[in-house]
């Protein structure tokens, strides 16, 4: 009983790690964090003998129930305030020169060789896979997420999870396919645990994320939770100040919302996403697809 209780324990702080993660909140660990609430859910967790992972649900805007109140979790907002900046974001490499739709895909082509099999930061130790990105060259919307879970880590491919499902329903709704869209990551080589990316590692990857942007020049960007949008506009702010507007982001149209994880676990804030996704609707010109 006291080893179920341990990894209990465990498994609420990796979930609660998560969890805040997902709302922005990247240095939450080094505030206190009350040992008798992580017990009293270790505890809830253990009675119920519930497996801890969360059923993939479609993105259903128009019809999303009520928000029900989910007292297992603290009670905290996006509203916190911003957390002063932990190492100084470099100055972004210069824009490059617009490639020729016909030649992006082998331009793309050109910065994978370039990574190689790559070792310039840590993260290289753990990896299966690299993920360079995957999806149309010439595409006009482009997401990034943060980095490989488990399974873009097997499959060497970007949101392949239970957040890729997610994301293949936003994408549709959306009235397009994956296959019309690009789709890459902060990093490329999945952080262990799952835990969010040091900022010397983003920060050596990212010059090549810049340049597949580049490449693709897409009209729309949309990046998927904090990690992203941090990464993106080289400023940590919480998505609350980011979301629900049009950033001017190397010649494209940069759009925050939240990542595809963070509404698995709180499908509350999929209208949210959606009043997102639909921003980068209008400024692609796109409208839902008509229902039946
Ligand atoms: N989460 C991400 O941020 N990226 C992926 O590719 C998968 C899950």
């Known amino acids: 009983m006291a080893r179920q209780l341990d990894a209990a324990i465990r ?49 259903v805007v128009a019809t999303s129930p009520e928000p029900q109140q989910d007292n297992s979790q603290p009670n905290y907002s996006q509203e916190d305030p911003p957390i002063p900046p932990r190492a100084p974001f470099p100055a972004q490499p210069k824009i490059g020169a617009v490639v020729p739709a016909a030649d992006r895909a082998a331009a793309l082509e050109v910065i994978r060789e370039e990574i190689g099999n790559c070792t310039r930061c840590a993260l290289h130790t753990g990896r299966n896979k690299l993920v360079f990105g995957d999806g149309d060259a010439t595409a006009r919307l482009m997401f990034v997420g ?19 499902q ?13 296959d019309q869209v690009y789709i890459a990551n902060v990093v490329k080589c999945r952080p262990p645990g ?15 994320l ?62 949210e996403a959606w009043a997102d996704l639909q921003i980068a609707m209008k400024e692609l010109g796109l409208k839902p697809p008509s229902k039946g």
């Not at 998560?18 to 253990?46: I, K, N, Q, S």
């Not at 835990?195 to 920060?203: D, I, K």
């Open 166 to 178: 997610l994301l293949n329903n936003m994408i549709v709704a959306m009235g397009l396919r994956r």
């Open 210 to 271: 810049f340049r597949q942007i580049d490449v693709v020049r897409p009209q729309v960007l949309v990046a998927l939770g904090a990690t992203a949008a941090t990464y993106l506009l080289g400023q940590r702010q919480p998505l609350a100040g980011l979301r629900g507007r049009v950033h001017a982001f190397r010649g494209t149209q940069l759009i925050v919302t939240y990542h595809p994880a963070f509404l698995l676990r709180d499908p509350r804030q999929k209208k």
């Open 146 to 164: 943060e980095g490989p879970g488990a399974d873009e880590d097997a499959q060497g491919l970007p949101f392949v999870g239970k957040a890729g």
């Open 194 to 208: 799952n835990r969010t990316p040091e900022p010397t590692e983003a920060n050596t990857c990212t010059p090549f």
């Open 11 to 59: 498994d609420a702080l990796v979930e609660r790690v998560r969890f805040y993660r997902d709302l922005g909140l990247t240095e939450f660990y080094r505030r206190p964090v009350d040992p008798a609430l992580l017990l009293a859910e270790a505890a809830d967790a253990v009675e119920e003998q519930q497996p801890a992972s969360v059923a993939v649900e479609e993105l």
